[in-house]
Structures are given as structure tokens and as C-alpha cells.
């Protein structure tokens, strides 16, 4: 495989047959290789081929300044995150949650928390992306031998929950958790309700409102065109 472009020793840029690029990495497939230079396939552990221009461009500036272990373990946790979720996750994530991987880790060895204010919603509203946020905190042990807080899992739920979103539609999710709180705490006291957490009903609900928040923030009606389509 021919190097279109050496990132750093570790990573980069190839072309497929039909000229897209591709970030190839591995320990050392670079060291002292320029462009025009062979790889041996075998020495490749990851390869991402990211389908919009931005997010191309702008990973192949992250991964430049990343470790190569903190890549990889960003990149399981999408790759989980893609086989437990519905729906595709956009290019994007590849940078967003990567690099925050990164700077979480780095935080953690600098003695730096970061409180997560909305831990306690994001476990109740996003439980499938939490559940992932927990799964990657395990992975994050094993392979770089830190264990973050429980915090981090929030933080982690909340990329995927953004990367489930079209790239041009994508929202501020804080606001909509918090759109999704106020609606809560109206019915409950509207109604003198306690809502089960745990049952299906529940689950439904939040997933509704979800829809209505999302709309919202688009400035989105629900009309009888809209339902017709």
C-alpha cells in the first residue's frame, strides 16, 4: 500500500482504487518513510474511511497529536456504539469523541475533575448511549490503565446521542435534555406522579419526547403536511 501523505510515524493517508483517502494506522508503518513509500498491509491495525471532506480533513489534523492507543480505544467505543444503537452515528463522532477521550484522560492524569451537572438526566433520557459510556470507561481501564469517573460516561453518551443526528441538523443536546427535564417535572406535578423509571411506559415517553424536543429546537412544527409525508 502506497503512502499518499505520512501523518507521524504511526499514521497515514492512503488512496483506494477509486482515489478516496484513507487513514491507515499502526506502530511505525511510517518511521522513516515519506510519500510514495510501501506499507505492508500487516502492519495496519486500523483503518477509517470517513465519507465527508470535514470530517476527513479534520481527523487526519487530530490524530496527528493523539497517541495511538487513545485512537484506537475512542474507535471500539464507536464500534460498539454502531452494533448496540439504531440508526447511523455521523463522521463526525470520530473527532468529537475521540478527542475527548483524549483530553479526559490527560485531565484525569493532571489531577483535573470535571463535574457532569447532567450525569443524572443523561442516565435517565440517553440510557443506551450511557450504557456505552459505562462499557467504554471498562475499555479505557484495560487499555490505557486509567480509570475515569463515572462522569466521563455521561460526557461519552451525550457524543453518541449528537452523532445520531445528521451533521447539517445536529443540536445542542444539554438544551434538550433540559427541554425534556421541564416536560417531566410538569407532568409529575400536573398529575401527582411518580414516574417507574425502569418501565417500558416510561422508556416510551422520554423516547416521544425526545421527537418533540429535537423539533423544537429545529424550530420545527408538527403539521398535517408533515403527516401526510
Given at each position: 500500500?502506497?503512502?499518499?501523505?505520512?501523518?507521524?510515524?504511526?499514521?497515514?493517508?492512503?488512496?483506494?482504487?477509486?482515489?478516496?483517502e484513507?487513514?491507515?494506522?499502526?506502530?511505525?508503518?511510517?518511521?522513516?518513510?515519506?510519500?510514495?513509500?510501501?506499507?505492508?498491509?500487516?502492519?495496519?491495525d486500523?483503518?477509517?474511511?470517513?465519507?465527508?471532506?470535514?470530517?476527513?480533513?479534520?481527523?487526519?489534523?487530530?490524530?496527528?497529536?493523539?497517541?495511538?492507543?487513545?485512537?484506537?480505544?475512542?474507535?471500539?467505543?464507536?464500534?460498539?456504539?454502531?452494533?448496540?444503537?439504531?440508526?447511523?452515528?455521523?463522521?463526525?463522532?470520530?473527532?468529537?469523541?475521540?478527542?475527548?477521550?483524549?483530553?479526559?484522560?490527560?485531565?484525569?492524569?493532571?489531577?483535573?475533575a470535571v463535574?457532569?451537572?447532567?450525569?443524572?438526566?443523561?442516565?435517565?433520557?440517553?440510557?443506551?448511549?450511557?450504557?456505552?459510556?459505562?462499557?467504554?470507561?471498562?475499555?479505557?481501564?484495560?487499555?490505557?490503565?486509567?480509570?475515569?469517573?463515572?462522569?466521563?460516561?455521561?460526557?461519552?453518551?451525550?457524543?453518541?446521542?449528537?452523532?445520531?443526528?445528521?451533521?447539517?441538523?445536529?443540536?445542542?443536546?444539554?438544551?434538550?435534555?433540559?427541554?425534556?427535564?421541564?416536560?417531566?417535572?410538569?407532568?409529575?406535578?400536573?398529575?401527582?406522579?411518580?414516574?417507574?423509571?425502569?418501565?417500558?411506559?416510561?422508556?416510551?415517553?422520554?423516547?416521544?419526547?425526545?421527537?418533540?424536543?429535537?423539533?423544537?429546537?429545529?424550530?420545527?412544527?408538527?403539521t398535517?403536511?408533515?403527516?401526510?409525508?
Amino acid at each position: 500500500m502506497e503512502i499518499w501523505k505520512a501523518l507521524n510515524n504511526n499514521v497515514a493517508v492512503v488512496l483506494d482504487s477509486s482515489g478516496r483517502e484513507k487513514i491507515v494506522m499502526g506502530k511505525g508503518i511510517c518511521f522513516k518513510k515519506t510519500a510514495g513509500d510501501q506499507i505492508a498491509e500487516g502492519m495496519i491495525d486500523k483503518t477509517f474511511l470517513l465519507s465527508g471532506m470535514e470530517a476527513n480533513s479534520k481527523f487526519q489534523v487530530l490524530v496527528q497529536d493523539i497517541p495511538m492507543e487513545h485512537i484506537a480505544v475512542g474507535e471500539e467505543i464507536i464500534a460498539e456504539a454502531k452494533t448496540k444503537l439504531d440508526g447511523n452515528l455521523n463522521d463526525m463522532v470520530y473527532i468529537s469523541l475521540i478527542d475527548h477521550v483524549h483530553t479526559a484522560i490527560i485531565r484525569f492524569q493532571e489531577g483535573i475533575a470535571v463535574k457532569n451537572i447532567l450525569l443524572w438526566d443523561i442516565r435517565r433520557f440517553y440510557r443506551d448511549e450511557y450504557a456505552i459510556g459505562l462499557w467504554g470507561l471498562g475499555l479505557i481501564e484495560k487499555k490505557c490503565g486509567v480509570r475515569l469517573p463515572e462522569d466521563e460516561a455521561g460526557f461519552i453518551a451525550l457524543h453518541l446521542a449528537n452523532a445520531r443526528i445528521d451533521e447539517d441538523k445536529m443540536h445542542n443536546m444539554y438544551e434538550i435534555t433540559h427541554i425534556m427535564q421541564e416536560i417531566l417535572n410538569i407532568v409529575r406535578r400536573h398529575f401527582r406522579v411518580a414516574f417507574n423509571e425502569d418501565d417500558v411506559y416510561f422508556y416510551r415517553f422520554v423516547t416521544h419526547l425526545k421527537f418533540f424536543a429535537t423539533r423544537l429546537t429545529e424550530h420545527r412544527l408538527y403539521t398535517k403536511q408533515m403527516t401526510a409525508s
